[in-house]
């Protein structure tokens, strides 16, 4: 088991590679906020976090390219057809990982924390866990579960497959398979997700 989890030894994955349907079918992580695509966002912040990058995705391949050419990003499509889900795309990320841990985090995040990975990995070796996720709490006391953001043990990627193979898609019942602790951030807003083009363009001139 390891003692200490550096970010040499995680590899990080923008997830990407959905419809976006709730944009109208627009790509999402390539929305402008502030001048800047969505994805350009969240590589940044995840960037110094990580050992190596990904992105997932399944349209405009080349422009995500290009996104991630300053750290040398590789660009997954799934392996699976029809947009499967976030799945899909952590799948494509733990088959190509050259780490023992992958880190994903959605494209639409752009506000994510800087200690992320540090904090999700320092829970998943206290505890011996193969998933690490994220939790936060409103002002009322209600706990949001962030499953999207999650560091997994790359060595999960074929219980994954089989997963997706039989039909599943439910990223929560995929990790009830495994042990995964949850890890509680007091900022909601860094893991806030942009849903539509209306409140890209609100945030935009926020």
């Not at 080349?62 to 952590?90: E, S």
């Not at 849903?195 to 609100?202: C, H, I, K, R, W």
């Amino acid at each position: 088991m390891e003692s200490i989890l550096g970010a040499a030894a995680i590899t990080g994955l923008v997830l990407a590679g959905g419809r976006g349907q709730r944009m109208g079918g627009a790509d999402k992580g390539l929305q402008l906020l502030r001048g800047q695509p969505l994805a350009a966002h969240v590589l940044a912040r995840l960037a110094p976090q990580v050992g190596e990058l990904a992105i997932s995705a399944n349209r405009h391949t080349d422009t995500y390219a290009a996104l991630g050419a300053p750290w040398h990003a590789a660009v997954l499509a799934d392996t699976l057809p029809d947009f499967p889900g976030p799945l899909a795309g952590l799948l494509a990320g733990l088959q190509a990982s050259r780490t023992n841990w992958l880190l994903a985090v959605p494209c639409d995040s752009p506000w994510l924390p800087a200690d992320l990975a540090a904090r999700l990995a320092a829970a998943a070796l206290a505890q011996d866990a193969d998933i690490a996720t994220v939790t936060t709490m409103n002002a009322a006391g209600d706990v949001s579960l962030h499953p999207v953001f999650a560091l997994v043990r790359t060595s999960l990627a074929d219980d994954l497959a089989a997963f997706l193979h039989a039909g599943e898609r439910k990223v929560r019942a995929w990790y009830a398979r495994h042990k995964t602790v949850e890890v509680a951030f007091a900022d909601e807003r860094a893991f806030y997700n942009i849903n539509s083009l209306q409140e890209l363009a609100d945030l935009d001139r926020a």
